[in-house]
């Protein structure tokens, strides 16, 4: 089951209703288009599909087909944390895959997938050209090389208590409560 | 097309390198001390960043006046985050650190740059020879590699045109700009430079081809899409030195007589992206790029097309496809790209590679590139060296070089005492070659002979703990989930591949497997249209080949020879060699396979075991208790004690 749209995403996806009448209707403009609304809000819900089909006036079924031809394009929202195992030659031989396994167990989703709160996301990638650091993953921007099956833990746990810390601050410096 | 207007040509340029000059003079002349970091994604990622933080904090709190001056990737990944700081003052030459974490910049600054003491202990090399410190060209790393076409990667801001038209940059252009077409496709021709994107089709005659078709609306594309997921030479070109790139493929553009070009460059890179679309701007400002290149009659505009991220992409004529608007599936050839290309015009389409060598061709002339590298292959070659080596990261060397002297003269050799197994060479096209193979040159026609190839430039070394089955099948999963789907072969072939690999590797292998492999792979080369089907077996071949040892291992006696196959393998505790009461193993189990014996050693649940290998890291060096066996029956098996009652 995809997520609702959120109200943010709305009225993100109002703006690229406008911003793509701006830009010509050439075929040649469909992976450019996407590539724009997933810069907009980083997956391509059903909606978006449509949009384009419409703007193009090709079928939905094309526009999805091309757009899952594309490892770039991913149609649920990723998570705040979003988490890239890397899966190249270099982390492969040392280890990545194990890795990649700590993250889904530990946060109990698959690869390609979303935690229900949203906060992290998994997905493989190939060479983010750190070998000499293999095996490497990256949350958020932060790449972090030579990963170990115990750092896992420790990374998202450092994430869950942050959020923690933060949601206890926003208490804090509600006035009036 | 008319040989532009050469005084033109040559006063614009003139002018913008004067300018250029200039402003690098005044950098150098200022008597304060410079500081290079290497800001490439591999800097960045291994914390160039925070370095370069760390110094602008330094420096303000030390209150050291010193220039930061950010370049791009010389290749010596080992080393980074790195930095060169030159400091006359001091007394001694630009200094190479390696390694430069916060803490060293910090440490660096108060000390080097502040009080004059280089700390002779993070010092990799002077770029410089002199008495004091080793010159880094005293060091294989570096001697023995031929810097042609990253000789200024590293060295210069690649977000600064004037830092590269300073040193040369775009001479050739304003020299070709008055040299007919057909006379720069000869020179091209005579230098004998072999296409770098994979197959090595002579460049000159692609170039040719596509002068000589009729059609006047001709296209170029820069095939910067780089799909092979442990190389990444052309993003590290990209983002050093694009301004080489965009030279390069505004001679092509020029000799060939295309008026619009392309550079497809994978999203992935978003930093190649951002860096090469600057450069795009700064040149068409400086009259480099536009209507009437310096003054001449030659016009050209250069986009950037980002690509999604598919291997098969890299193919051409499904490079072509995905910039039209659609699945990027490949298509039969003939007709080539040069006849029709992208939306039917005549299109050359060349690697970032080829096309940045082009310049260093023109400058120094073809006789010079032809002393270079061997008879049928000249020039150098870039590869990525990654994998079990000391030294890894970008190595530039002249073709011809042998793999023995790439891999253990210049790159050191294997880590850790361990012995070398297998190479891995062109990445999902090529192959596995072991010891027996290691003085082979490298050259296109030489890698060809062996079974591997030349390919994407990606080199993967691999110890005696690595098993080629598995390196087999990690790239077969590749290929297979990126084949387009076009070619019945490609697409069913490459998934019974895999599923037979997969087999095999969870020890359960059959009899005539192996000759099934062989077949199949047979089929599948015969049987695909385009390279990434013809070449996908090749992993799988050569491994056979060369590693049948391994393969008959898996499948006859269940076992990985090199302990990496995981459920081939198992995990004990020695109960004679566990330290009573040590919990280093507990501590770091991701699953808690790990329990207490009746005695308080250890010993590890079979059932829960993920088989990471975590304990055998953990565990101290003077106990070395836990024990890797293959396959996983030599494990003794024991039995968890109760959990203990807890005490209230
Ligand atoms: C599956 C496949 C992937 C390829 N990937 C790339 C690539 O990433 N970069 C590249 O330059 N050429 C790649 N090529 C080769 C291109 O089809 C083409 O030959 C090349 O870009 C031509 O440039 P060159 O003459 O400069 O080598 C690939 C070919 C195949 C079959
Ligand atoms: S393979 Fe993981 S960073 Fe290169």
Not at chain 2, 200 to 213: D, I, Q, V, Y
């Amino acid at each position: 089951m995809l997520p609702e749209l959120t109200a943010e995403e709305k009225s993100i996806l109002d703006d690229v209703k406008t911003d793509l009448a701006e830009i010509s209707k050439e075929r040649s403009k469909l992976i450019p288009i996407l590539q724009f609304i997933q810069s907009k809000i980083n997956y391509l819900p059903q909606v978006a599909i449509n949009l384009v089909a419409d703007h193009l006036d090709i079928s939905p079924s094309e526009v999805y087909g091309v757009a899952t031809f594309y490892n770039q394009f991913r149609f649920n929202p990723p998570g705040r944390n979003p988490v890239k195992v890397c899966m190249g030659t270099a982390c492969h031989v040392r280890g990545g895959d194990i890795i990649l396994e700590n993250f889904e167990r530990k946060l109990e989703i698959k690869e390609g997938e979303t935690t229900p709160d949203r906060e992290f996301s998994v997905e493989r990638v190939a060479c983010v050209g750190c070998c000499a650091l293999a095996p490497v993953a990256i949350m958020g921007e932060t790449v972090h090389g030579h990963m170990q099956p115990s750092k896992v833990e420790g990374l998202v746990l450092r994430v869950r208590i942050e959020k923690e810390k933060q949601e206890r601050e926003k208490q804090k410096n509600e006035p009036g409560k | 097309m008319n040989p532009a207007n050469k005084v033109h040509t040559n006063s614009q340029y003139n002018a913008l390198r004067q300018k250029a000059e200039k402003k690098r003079q005044a950098f150098l002349n200022e008597p304060v001390p410079k500081i290079h970091i290497g800001m490439a994604t591999c800097g960045i990622a291994a914390g160039a960043l925070d370095t370069k933080a760390a110094f602008e904090d330094a420096l303000a709190r030390h209150s050291v006046n010193a220039r930061i001056h950010t370049v791009g990737c010389i290749g010596h990944c080992y080393a980074e985050p790195y930095v060169i700081i030159d400091h006359p003052d001091s007394g001694f030459p630009p200094i190479f650190y390696h390694e430069v974490t916060p803490g060293k910049a910090g440490m660096l600054t108060n000390l080097f740059l502040k009080e004059g003491d280089p700390r002779f202990e993070h010092v990799l090399g002077a770029t410089v020879q002199n008495e004091m410190i080793p010159w880094i060209m005293d060091f294989p790393r570096f001697n023995l590699e031929k810097r042609v076409v990253m000789e200024k990667c590293g060295r210069i801001d690649p977000e600064d045109i004037d830092e590269y038209i300073a040193e040369d940059g775009y001479s050739t252009l304003a020299d070709i700009l008055q040299r007919s077409p057909e006379e720069i496709i000869k020179e091209i021709k005579d230098s004998g430079l072999r296409g770098r994107g994979g197959a090595g089709f002579s460049t000159g005659r692609k170039w040719e081809l596509c002068a000589n078709t009729s059609q006047n609306d001709k296209l170029l594309i820069c095939n910067a899409d780089e799909g092979d997921p442990g190389a990444y030479m052309d993003r590290t070109i990209l983002e050093s030195n694009p301004h080489q790139v965009l030279e390069g493929m505004i001679i092509c553009a020029y000799a060939v007589g295309a008026d619009k070009a392309i550079v497809y460059v994978r999203a992935e890179y978003p930093l190649a992206v951002k860096i090469i679309t600057q450069a795009i701007q700064q040149a068409k400002e400086l009259g480099l790029l536009g209507h009437h290149i310096l003054g001449s009659s030659f016009d050209l505009d250069i986009d950037v097309f980002q690509g999604s991220g598919a291997f098969v992409c890299g193919e051409e004529t499904a490079l072509i496809r995905s910039i039209e608007g659609f699945r990027g599936m490949a298509r039969h050839r003939p007709p080539y790209p040069v006849e029709r290309g992208l939306w039917g015009k005549p299109t050359v389409i060349n690697n970032v590679k080829t096309l940045a060598t082009v310049v260093p061709v023109l400058s120094n002339g073809s006789a010079w590139y032809r002393e270079i590298g061997t008879e049928n292959s000249p020039g150098t070659a870039i590869f990525s060296v990654v994998g079990n080596v000391v030294h890894p990261g970008l190595v530039e060397i002249p073709m011809g070089v042998t793999l023995r002297t790439l891999i253990f003269d210049i790159c050191g050799g294997i880590p850790g005492k361990k012995k070398f197994k297998a190479v891995q060479i062109g990445g999902p096209s090529g192959g596995c070659l072991p010891e027996e193979l290691l003085d082979t040159p490298i050259d296109f026609d030489s890698l060809t002979e062996t079974g591997a190839m030349m390919g994407s430039g990606g080199m993967v070394v691999m110890d005696e703990d690595t098993c080629t089955v598995d390196i087999s099948r990690y790239f077969l999963d590749f290929t297979q989930k990126e084949s387009c789907g076009k070619c019945t072969f490609c697409r069913i072939g490459t998934f019974h591949l895999l599923s037979i690999l997969e087999r095999i590797t969870k020890g359960e292998g059959r009899d005539g497997d192996i000759e099934q492999l062989k077949q199949l792979s047979e089929d599948i080369k015969n049987g695909s249209l385009c390279g990434l089907g013809k070449t996908a077996p090749n992993p799988v071949l050569t491994s056979l080949r060369y590693f049948i040892d391994d393969y008959e291992a898996h499948i006859k006696e269940k076992r990985c020879p090199a302990m990496m196959c995981r459920p081939l393998i198992a995990y004990y505790i020695d109960l004679d060699k566990c330290a009573r009461g040590c919990d280093a193993c507990v501590g770091c189990c991701p699953v808690e396979a790990v329990f207490n014996t009746s005695n308080r050693k250890k010993g590890i649940d079979q059932i829960l075991c993920v088989k990471c290998g975590e304990c055998l890291v953990a565990c101290p060096p003077e106990y070395d208790a836990v024990i890797k066996v293959s396959p996983p029956e030599l494990a003794p098996i024991l039995e968890r004690p109760p959990e203990p009652v807890k005490k209230a």
